[in-house]
């Protein structure tokens, strides 16, 4: 019980460091200067897309027709001219192309670089500084530098009491242990895995949380990102097949309990089970990542409603603006419960993934 | 769909960045961490148990302790108790002692006054026989003078005798 009260209370402060509001505005200008620049009609689809994927540089804030945004570095290595460094900044918001890269407007690769080689676009192999990149770099820093302090901390004041970012991160290293790791993993076999549990816990609260910050630092989608929970489940695939012990194996090759005959000739229950091992770490990748993206998408679509409402009519935009704000604000204070609830979900799986593996036979 | 396809750029920087996270975090944070909790957890399962033993002992002890004071404020009773039996005894004896020497005292006084009653009775005879003597004496001497008053006398002197 105790644990859970200092996660709310802890849960509270990121509410109160999270402006709802300032989400809202600055999306809100964005449109705003898009609308007055390009004289297009409001696509709430293209507009909620652009604010989920990924981009090559960091928008700050607009004012009118005034961007600034953090330029970040695009590295591509293309087979027609080669290995390219530059700065986002050089597309002009998309504007122009550079060496012959420019961001796709439409099509399979809107918004990425793509090279334009004899009139069609191609994309190069691309390892470019991108938003999330940068952004799950720092959170990364950040976690570092956070726990290695905290890690220094319990070195000087061993046996005393905690004192400082050390108590407000206890109860979760805690919780992450004894709640997590010990009933899924079991008593005998936890302690290998709780490095990971902690690393991955962290990590995905962390960037959920900053997903939620509508400025930098925050404002990427990390979490949301596909290829990021990609990364997270396929670590934790592998320290499960690593780990899997001759029961684990023996489980899915000859799966006890079952008839003979679904196991020979057609070995239809090991094939079933094959697909277990695989499919679990998918579920996990797909699970973080549809429940972020999501939570961002409801958010984005109560914003669009202004602009849709507010091109039928201004009067007509300010009256949804007051329901949308409303609704925004309950819909950021649900995500940072689901916050706290996905990097627990995933790393509560992942726990009890590992503890499959080490069963023993019994 | 750009949203639901991995990105190979991404996948490289996260899986590197992640890796090495997780290698410092697992070198340098989490063992500390992790076995600091525990260590501290144990030292306070352990004072526990440690200030419960410590109590039972101090109960003990106290037990003891008033165990011990009522064995001494017993010994000090029987002390009391032997030390009075003890001057009661000495009293005693003295009060007997003293009698008896009292007694012999008396006794040899007795013893004395006896033998000076034996002296004194014998001197008396003595003397009485020296008396008798001398009245022999005489009744002798006046023997030839006259008859009867020799006689007389004679009577005189014994009526005298027997007086005495």
Same mark, same amino acid.
């Given at each position: 019980?105790?644990h859970?009260?200092r996660?709310?209370?802890i ?9 709802a ?38 928008? &700050? ?10 330029p970040?570095?695009?590295? &591509? ?8 460094v ?12 550079y ?6 407007k ?7 670089? &793509? ?12 390892i ?22 905290v ?26 242990i ?6 899924a ?35 990427a ?25 001759k ?6 090759f ?5 008839p ?16 277990? &091992? ?9 699970r ?21 409402f ?27 419960l689901v ?13 009890l ?10 | ?14 899986f590197?960045?992640?890796a ?29 148990l ?35 039996e003890?001057?009661?005894q ?17 006794e ?41 008053q020799q ?14």
């Open positions: 019980m105790k859970i009260h996660l709310l209370l849960a509270f402060f990121f509410t109160c460091l999270t402006p509001f300032a989400s809202v505005s600055d999306e809100h200008e964005h449109e705003i200067h898009q609308e007055s620049h390009n004289k297009k009609k409001f696509e709430p689809g293209n507009f909620i897309m652009d604010h989920i994927a990924d981009a090559y540089d960091w928008h &700050v804030f607009s004012y009118g027709d005034f961007h600034f945004t953090a970040l570095p695009v590295i &591509v290595y293309s087979e027609h001219s080669g290995f390219h530059f700065m986002s900044s050089n597309f002009h918001h998309g504007h122009s192309s060496k012959g890269f420019e961001l796709a439409e099509g399979e690769y809107r918004g990425k670089v &793509v090279e334009m080689v004899n009139g069609h676009h191609v994309r190069p192999f691309d470019s500084m991108t938003k999330n990149v940068v952004s799950m770099l720092i959170s990364m820093i950040f976690l570092l530098w956070v726990f290695i302090s890690a220094k901390t319990y070195t000087k004041r061993k046996g005393q009491e905690p004192k400082g970012l050390q108590a407000y991160l206890e109860p979760i290293i805690v919780f992450v004894d709640e997590i790791a010990k009933p993993i079991g008593e005998k076999k936890y302690k290998k895995f709780v490095p990971f549990l902690l690393t991955i816990f962290f990590f995905i609260w962390l960037n959920n949380l900053m997903g939620l910050v509508p400025f930098i630092p925050g404002g989608n990390v979490t949301g990102n596909i290829t990021i929970t990609m990364v997270l489940a396929l670590f934790t695939f592998i320290i499960t097949t690593v780990n899997g012990n029961n684990y194996w023996k489980h899915i000859n799966t006890p309990g079952v003979w005959w679904l196991k020979f000739p057609v070995p239809l229950m090991p094939l079933v089970e094959l697909m277990g &091992v695989f499919t679990k770490p998918f579920v996990l990748m797909v973080l990542f549809a429940n972020i993206t999501a939570g961002h998408m409801i958010v984005l679509a109560f914003v669009s409603l202004i602009f849709i507010g091109e039928m009519s201004p009067a007509l935009g300010m009256g949804t603006s007051v329901i949308s704000v409303f609704f925004v604000i309950f819909m950021d204070v649900l995500e940072l916050a706290l609830i996905q990097a627990y979900v995933f790393t509560l799986l992942s726990a993934y590992f503890g499959m593996a080490v069963e023993e036979h019994h | 769909m750009g949203l639901v396809t991995p990105e190979l750029g991404t996948f490289i920087w996260m590197i960045a992640f090495s996270v997780f290698f410092l975090l697992k070198k340098y944070a989490w063992p500390a961490i992790v076995d600091a909790i525990e260590e501290r957890n144990n030292s306070i399962k352990e004072a526990l440690s200030a419960e033993s410590a109590k039972e002992e101090m109960a003990k002890l106290q037990a003891d302790n008033q165990k011990i004071l009522k064995e001494a404020r017993r010994e000090r009773e029987g002390m009391l108790k032997e030390a009075k003890l001057g009661d000495i009293v005693r004896e003295a009060k007997t002692k003293a009698t008896e020497e009292a007694e012999k005292v008396v040899s006084a007795r013893q004395a006054i006896e033998s000076d009653k034996v002296a004194a009775l014998s001197e008396i005879k003595a003397q009485v026989a020296t008396l008798s003597v001398e009245i022999a004496e005489k009744v002798l001497r006046r023997q030839f003078e006259d008859d009867q006689k007389d006398y004679f009577q005189k002197l014994m009526k005298e005798v027997n007086i005495n």
